[in-house]
């Protein structure tokens, strides 16, 4: 299957029935060329070049790729999205690193995939609703979270429910001073003339559009009145403002699994087990008396819908894949089979998934109608749209920037893809084979062990590490990581020491080594500064340094280190500690944590989310669930052994920690009272 070449060769595209998608043009039989990417001709009778590649689409019909513009990113859903005819996808954010990166054209020719455009990762509140979220907790969040992302050139912003309203504004105004849209739910306590007023706003979902009660909740879908939504219905359609309904999220919850079990064959482990989870806790009170509820809901969504359209809004078809039971591809053609079942004609339906969706993500200009000059995504299919959308699931043939995939060539690329996914499950099932650190000579055992790391089922990682005290008294804590590939991150191998004296860093080292690449980070306290290098085979990088009095150091985004967990063991006081953080791309940030012990566990509120690490009465940290966002990492124990002696107990203090938490709350209420609204914080 030699898809590499098939986007240098002149293509034409002869004798079908042609549906640019441009306003207030007619079908007609035409030939479309190919060439460099791009359409460069359509006309009825073009003289072809020598050489040109001569495909015949008589009978057949000519449409513009579909744009699914609601998903979540993941790239082992490439084919899946291509076999559907869906070329181009609105992200709502996930690795910032990863989705940035693999937007670049090279990256999306290597599969192929489809376009897709990012906010890099989305913005949220403090907890954040998602894993990968940026947390917003003050206004100056706000202007630096917006000004990095601006100079990563993401698309637009998109931003999650419960951000608070003054946060909301603040990262609106800092969107417009960047010139970029936000997209996402309409914001809670924000009225939605000022948040049209505030953005350039594309709204995500439905239920921000529910009108308010008095103390600030809002009506639910079981009990409003049509009637109710008549003043949004008129401000968005006046505004034209762009709306994505995701009907299919409602839809999905009043099905049962079973029709899409085979699906999961074609995705990661994790999903079987997210997705089986959704369906374990839906199953529980899936009685005929819920699903006359849901389809009510259902009924009133898409009256909604109809509404908003003959209103003069601009809704726009995203599926929300791939969250439970939606699945990537196929999602979409169910959302515009629902928008027909509302009453919207299948040709204006045709519209809004390729038109106005690539003007929604921006791409107006380059995708979304079949115009010369524009990018080359397009679809070959049997029947005709005008009549129904139905043979759009299974095009005769997909282009995506000028490559033509047969409808055997997708099936290929499928089944590659669900190939390649048993195997993965199939190594996931073999133990990582880890060497153990070793402790420099002199350096006395305390602890030593092997935990691994899952999320959502699947493996994230293994680490072996041990614990031993020098001659000065300072703890060394070394730990070798075992990274298994996943999709287009590469294996790789973390080795990382800690140097704790007293319960202060004093030294680290966190060398990774990924395909013939090797990074190095290294600190050392040099007077009361803590003093930085980094290097990238063996190329210097940067030197940078910090006041601050550091408490662990923690790989952030690169996976979290049970070094990190056994240097938090040994912090003696509750309250506020600070950390070391490694970005993605190894640089250092400082990051406030605060540390309370509970009757379980100590509880570690970090800035992405929290923890709780569970000791063993000799110090060996059992396992921890780190929160992200929702979504949870969990790393256990798989191993250990103190060596025959006491091992090195943690510092946990139930009792400590509800002090602690008393003293806070009696000073927030002393603050409150004074109207200064402050809060609470160890030192």
């Known amino acids: 299957m030699n898809i590499a070449t098939l986007c240098v060769q ?52 000519l449409v513009p790729g579909l744009v699914d513009a609601l998903v979540n990113f993941d790239p082992e859903h490439d084919a899946l999205y291509l076999a559907r005819g869906v070329t181009f996808l609105g992200d709502i954010g996930s690795d910032l690193e990863l989705a940035l990166t693999l937007r670049e054209p090279e990256w999306r020719d290597r599969t192929p995939g489809p376009g897709y455009a990012s906010p890099g990762a989305v913005l949220g509140g403090d907890p954040p609703s998602s894993p990968g979220a940026l947390i917003v907790r003050h206004a100056q969040d706000a202007a630096e979270l917006v000004e990095m992302l601006a100079s990563r050139d993401a698309d637009y912003l998109c931003v999650q429910p419960g951000l608070t309203p003054e946060n909301w504004r603040a990262l609106a105004a800092d969107a417009n001073t960047r010139g970029l849209s936000v997209k996402g739910p309409l914001p809670d306590g924000v009225p939605v ?105 259902l009924e009133k969504q898409m009256a909604l819908v109809a509404r908003l359209d003959a209103a003069g809004a601009r809704v726009v078809p995203g599926s929300g894949a791939p969250h439970p039971w939606l699945v990537p591809g196929e999602a979409l053609h169910e959302e515009l089979a629902l928008w027909v079942k509302a009453g919207l004609a299948p040709y204006d339906v045709l519209a809004q998934a390729t038109r106005e969706g690539a003007a929604f993500l921006g791409q107006g200009d380059e995708r979304g109608t079949l115009t010369v000059g524009k990018v080359a995504d397009l679809l070959v299919v049997d029947g005709d749209p005008r009549e129904s959308l139905a043979s759009l699931r299974e095009p005769a043939s997909v282009v995506v920037r000028g490559r033509v995939l047969s409808s055997e060539t997708l099936g290929e690329l499928v089944a590659a893809v669900t190939a390649d996914q048993e195997a993965k499950r199939a190594a996931e099932r073999a133990p990582l084979e880890i060497a153990p650190p070793v402790l420099p000579e002199g350096v006395a055992p305390l602890l030593a062990g092997e935990v691994e790391t899952r999320a959502l089922g699947q493996r994230v990682s293994g680490e072996r590490w041990a614990v031993g005290r020098e001659a000065d008294g300072s703890l060394l804590l070394v730990g070798r990581m075992l990274r298994p590939a996943q999709g287009e991150i590469t294996a790789s191998e973390l080795q990382i020491q800690q140097r704790l004296l007293n319960g202060r860093l004093t030294a680290f080292s966190v060398r990774l080594l990924a395909e013939g690449q090797e990074v190095n980070v290294v600190g050392s306290l040099v007077g009361e500064r803590m003093q930085l290098r980094r290097e990238h085979n063996g190329v210097h990088l940067a030197t940078e340094n910090t006041d601050q009095v550091l408490h662990a150091l923690s790989l952030g985004s690169l996976g979290g280190s049970v070094t990190t967990a056994i240097a938090i ?13 490694l970005g993605s791309l190894f640089e250092p940030g400082v990051m406030e944590w605060e540390l309370v012990d509970q009757p379980d566990g100590r509880l570690v509120r970090t800035h992405s989310g929290g923890m709780v690490i569970e000791f063993d009465e000799d110090g060996t940290p059992l396992g921890w669930a780190q929160e992200v966002g929702r ?20 510092r946990h203090d139930a009792a400590a920690g509800e002090a602690y938490v008393a003293e806070v709350q009696r000073r927030r209420a002393e603050a409150e009272q004074k109207g200064e609204g402050g809060t609470g914080g160890g030192g």
């Open 10 to 61: 002149a293509v034409a595209l002869v004798g079908g029935t042609v549906h640019s998608m441009e306003p207030g043009a007619e079908p007609r039989i035409a030939t479309v060329l190919v060439e460099g990417g791009r359409i460069v001709a359509v006309a009825p009778d073009l003289e072809l070049a020598p050489g040109t590649r001569r495909i015949d689409c008589a009978g057949k019909h």
């Open 193 to 297: 003339e000022e948040a049209l007023d505030a953005a350039e706003l594309g709204v995500h979902f439905l239920d921000g559009l529910l009108p308010t009660l008095p103390d600030g909740k809002r009506v639910g879908w079981s009990i409003v009145l049509p009637r109710a939504l008549d003043p949004v219905v008129e401000l968005l359609g006046a505004r034209r403002t762009y709306v994505v309904p995701v009907l299919a999220s409602t839809a999905v919850r009043l099905e049962t699994p079973e029709a899409k079990l085979d699906a999961l064959e074609s995705m990661a482990s994790h999903y079987t087990v997210w997705w089986g989870n959704e369906w374990g806790a839906r199953q529980r009170s899936f009685t005929e008396q819920v699903l006359a509820d849901g389809n009510r809901v």
């Open 569 to 581: 063991g040994q912090r003696e006081r509750q309250g506020r500690l600070w950390v070391l953080a």
């Open 631 to 650: 979504g949870q990492l969990a790393t256990l124990s798989r191993e250990a052994s103190n060596f025959g002696g006491p091992g090195l107990p943690s």
